[in-house]
């Protein structure tokens, strides 16, 4: 007996894909994951719609894996868009338009390995210094900017989680500061403890703008005035994109200072649960692949060869 399945190619099931499109994306909490799934899910369907390829099944998810790969994507591109495949599969077999045992095959559908670890992008503890002092630290946007970095370098945020961060969330415990309860990615809650520099580049910036409650970061007009409530993660983008620019710094992004906090943490001496307690990771395993921590750079083992020249 065939596998039972359905073909999302007529008309009259457009508006249950757009359904079911939206009960994927409804279960996703991280707007930037939201956008890549979204983005997946146009993607295949797109192509599927292109031709008459049959029936939605395992075998049409495992066609579609196939032509990724030979468009040379990531195998983390790839994997996002068949993992956005396999969740459409899922709310189809409970809307009742694709058999339980269909969606399960496509479920089966192994992503692309990655070889090897990336290594990232990440500053010395010189240039992070540098960085700091990079805003001008006289002005009313060079504060709020310094406590900006201050979050990325020394409590590891994710830009946004800077964005949304609440004044009352920082909070002290067991006598030093911290920010409490931060909800991060999927979901996950930790506390985050807070060095004494950075505590001191908030309050000056919170003294400067005369900042009791609310969201910590606030936008800033042309003329260096306050000019609303809160800041999207994309301001938070720019904001770092533009002091790296002015030091030369080429390709450094937000979370290459969450990276920058993780190494410097582990080079310190920081523990490794520590340091996942820290950046909210689900998994050590995570945690040592943002690290490297596999493969030392400074002392590299290839430095000692013995060869001469």
């Known amino acids: 007996m065939s596998e039972p399945a359905v073909s999302l190619v007529p008309a009259h099931a457009a508006s249950d894909l757009d359904r079911l499109k939206r009960l994927v994306l ?3 909490s991280s707007p930037n994951s939201r956008r890549a799934y979204g983005k997946a899910l146009e993607d295949f369907l797109g192509w599927y719609r292109v031709e008459p390829r049959g029936p939605f099944s395992k075998l049409i998810v495992q066609e579609y894996r196939t ?25 189809a077999a409970d809307a009742g338009f694709l058999a339980p045992e269909t969606a399960a095959g496509i479920s089966k559908v192994r992503g692309t390995r990655k070889l090897g670890v990336r290594t990232g992008n990440w500053l010395t503890k010189e240039q992070a210094s540098e960085l700091l002092r990079a805003p001008n630290a006289e002005t009313l946007k060079g504060k709020r900017d310094r406590a900006i970095l201050g979050l990325l370098v020394g409590c590891g945020l994710r830009r946004s989680e800077i964005a949304s961060l609440d004044i009352a969330a920082i909070q002290q415990r067991e006598a030093r500061w911290v920010i409490a309860d931060l909800i991060g990615k999927g979901k996950r809650v930790r506390t985050v403890p807070v060095p004494a520099w950075t505590k001191m580049l908030i309050d000056q910036w919170l003294a400067a703008g005369e900042i009791n409650e609310g969201k910590l970061v606030r936008p800033i007009d042309k003329k260096g005035r306050l000019a609303g409530d809160s800041v999207t993660p994309k301001v938070i983008w720019w904001i770092v994109l533009g002091y790296a620019h002015q030091l030369g710094l080429a390709n450094l992004a937000p979370h290459d200072l969450r990276r920058t906090c993780a190494k410097l943490c582990r080079a310190s001496g920081g523990e490794l649960e520590q340091i996942q307690l820290l950046l909210g990771h689900a998994s050590i395993q ?8 596999r493969q030392n750079l400074v002392e590299a083992v290839n430095d000692r060869l013995g060869l001469e020249l």
């Open 286 to 293: 995570t945690t040592e692949q943002y690290l490297g921590t």
């Open 26 to 28: 409804a279960g996703i």
């Open 67 to 91: 032509r990724l790969e030979q468009q040379s994507l990531a195998p983390s591109t790839i994997n996002i868009r068949l993992t956005a495949v396999r969740r459409l599969a899922t709310e």
